[in-house]
């Protein structure tokens, strides 16, 4: 069952990124913590995944880790969070930090981030949850994707109404305030059923 006030960010476990993708893993645990939200990642100190773990703790924030048991032997995880979870798999990882969610946020990250945000979205198009999605598109790293998706409506391969699904931003703030209107309107709509 999901936390209210909880947040899963999929981010990147490279540490030979571009500073510019650090300062908005900062920023984003800084205004996560200080809107209230609880973070759920997937555990690790290393890369976005653990600056942006560093400041939600920073700010005052709650930290839930979520990680493989194989990864977790690699000592890459981030042993100050609040709560660790140690799963089996990545696919039991991914589980667990869909189930405790109530919104996504994707900062850029490899082929990992890619494909949770796409499980995430699919599955918001099959009507399986409601949550919110947002990409956070810091110096433009989702603007390739973005052109994908475009293809895909362009073509007819999804229709043109998923758009609606997911938020695309380059602003912390705008973000931020993305993910509470999201679980203002998801509550609502649970409270009408």
């Known amino acids: 069952m999901p936390v209210e006030r909880t947040v899963c960010v999929y981010s990147s476990s490279s540490a030979t990124i571009a500073p510019a993708f650090f300062a908005a893993a900062d920023e984003l645990g800084a205004a996560l913590a200080q809107a209230g939200y609880t973070l759920v990642y997937g555990g690790a100190q290393v890369g976005l995944m653990g600056a942006v773990a560093r400041a939600v703790h920073a700010h005052g924030g709650r930290v839930v880790g979520v990680i493989p048991d194989g990864l977790r032997t690699r000592e890459i ?39 949770e945000i796409l499980e995430i979205l699919t599955l918001k198009q099959l009507g399986w949850h409601r949550k919110p999605l947002v990409l956070l598109n810091t110096a433009g790293f989702y603007d390739p994707l973005i052109d994908l998706f475009e293809h895909i409506y362009r073509g007819q391969f999804a229709p043109v109404a998923t758009r609606q699904l997911y938020y695309v931003t380059a602003d912390v703030a705008d973000a931020v305030a993305h993910l509470a209107a999201g679980l203002t309107a998801v509550a609502a709509a649970e409270a009408e059923r």
Do not use: N, S
């Open 77 to 115: 995880v981030y042993e100050a969070a609040d709560e660790l979870i140690v799963t089996a798999d990545m696919r039991a990882r991914k589980a667990v930090m869909e189930a405790r969610a109530a919104a996504f946020v994707a900062l850029p990250g490899g082929f990992g981030t890619l494909e």
